[in-house]
């Protein structure tokens, strides 16, 4: 039996065995079970800020590179602090590495499904990650559940703790609200390789699918949401207290599902994606007997007419009811000072700068 499980065994409210004949019996010393982690100082909390920042930016540093990169900061630390930091913040550099098929000794770890695989249609493949949250006294832990076509944030939940519990619960809360996926995709984290987790995809029939060890773009679209919430949400708040983290993040998380545009997805946002039920770029039909790509979320006629819903591209992956053809209009357009017609209207996005007898398209 390893040290970690006789530890965990220890009772300190037992009414018949003391604490010291616990220890003596399973062979631990008292000070292990007295000790109490002290917190990290201010200094190496804004030290792990900044890693956390710049790591955005660059995720192939190391802890060599960090410690030259600090310097230029103004933060005299050496390798072996870096090296602490970073592990306690769960952060490495991206490399290949040797090994990487290495299981875990204890969970069971499943292949990489979505290599080659066309994902087109919303509940066809979800995924969840986990980051930090940095706090003045430490750290918070988020994880999302979100929909690969859409990028719908579908459930989130925030922890003080790295146990599987609330990855779990967020996961329950998606499948109880959205239905179910045909896979679910995660990397080798012991949080989604636990029993409690993938026991719940198991008992819904959900395949799993887990990322390569190191290989963040298996994942990429939820580690493109940390990017996002991060920059746009966590850094310019700094959250001083778990309420104030759980009120900003819930808030960003409706903005970003229900008003953030997304340049991936034609300037939609995931709600919107997500209730057409496919996604802008792959053209097909779905096999479902509603016609839709989701059939949780089949489009009205009116729906697959409208330019909303409409593909950009030259096949529509509503093909099951008409597409409404945009009237032809000529209309002139001054540029500079040569007078240009144009035989229909282009999309303004494509005129900004343009000189209009009104102004500036902006």
């Not at 000790?35 to 790591?55: F, G, V």
């Not at 991206?94 to 875990?104: A, D, E, F, V």
Request: charged share 20%.
């Amino acid at each position: 039996m390893s040290r970690a499980a006789r530890l965990s065994m220890i009772d300190p409210k037992h009414s018949e065995l003391p604490i010291v004949k616990q220890c003596v019996l399973l062979n631990v010393a008292r000070s292990t079970v007295y000790y109490r982690p002290a917190p990290e100082s201010a200094e190496n909390l804004m030290i792990m800020r900044l890693i956390d920042e710049q790591y955005l930016r660059t995720p192939y540093y190391g802890a060599r590179k960090f410690v030259e990169w600090l310097l230029r900061q103004g933060q005299v630390v050496n390798r072996k602090r870096v090296k602490r930091l970073m592990r306690l913040m769960g952060i490495e550099a991206i490399y290949q590495k040797p090994n990487t098929s290495k299981k875990h000794p204890e969970n069971k770890i499943y292949p990489y499904l979505l290599r080659g695989l066309t994902i087109d249609r919303v509940n066809q493949v979800w995924c969840t990650d986990i980051t930090y949250i940095h706090m003045p006294k430490g750290f918070l832990y988020l994880v999302v559940v979100m929909d690969w076509v859409s990028r719908k944030a579908l459930s989130w939940r925030l922890s003080n703790t790295m146990d599987a519990d609330f990855c779990v619960e967020a996961l329950e809360e998606a499948v109880a609200r959205y239905g179910r996926p045909e896979i679910f995709n995660t990397d080798q984290g012991s949080q989604f390789t636990s029993t409690d987790f993938t026991g719940v995809l198991l008992r819904e029939g959900i395949a799993i699918s887990m990322d390569g060890k190191g290989r963040f773009m298996d994942n990429i679209f939820i580690e493109r949401l940390w990017r996002s919430l991060k920059y746009e949400e966590v850094f310019i708040k700094s959250y001083a207290t778990a309420l104030e983290a759980r009120s900003g993040i819930g808030n960003y998380i409706v903005l970003y599902n229900s008003e953030r545009m997304h340049q991936a997805l034609d300037y939609r946002t995931p709600d919107e994606v997500f209730r057409a039920g496919t996604s802008l770029w792959i053209c097909g039909q779905s096999a479902a007997p509603t016609g839709s790509a989701s059939p949780m979320f089949p489009p009205t006629i009116a729906e697959a007419a409208s330019p909303v819903h409409g593909n950009m591209g030259k096949c529509s992956p509503l093909t099951t009811y008409p597409q409404a053809q945009p009237q032809q209009e000529d209309f002139d357009l001054t540029i500079g000072k040569e007078m240009v017609t144009f035989p229909s209207a282009p999309p303004a996005s494509r005129l900004i700068g343009a000189q209009a007898p009104g102004g500036t398209l902006s």
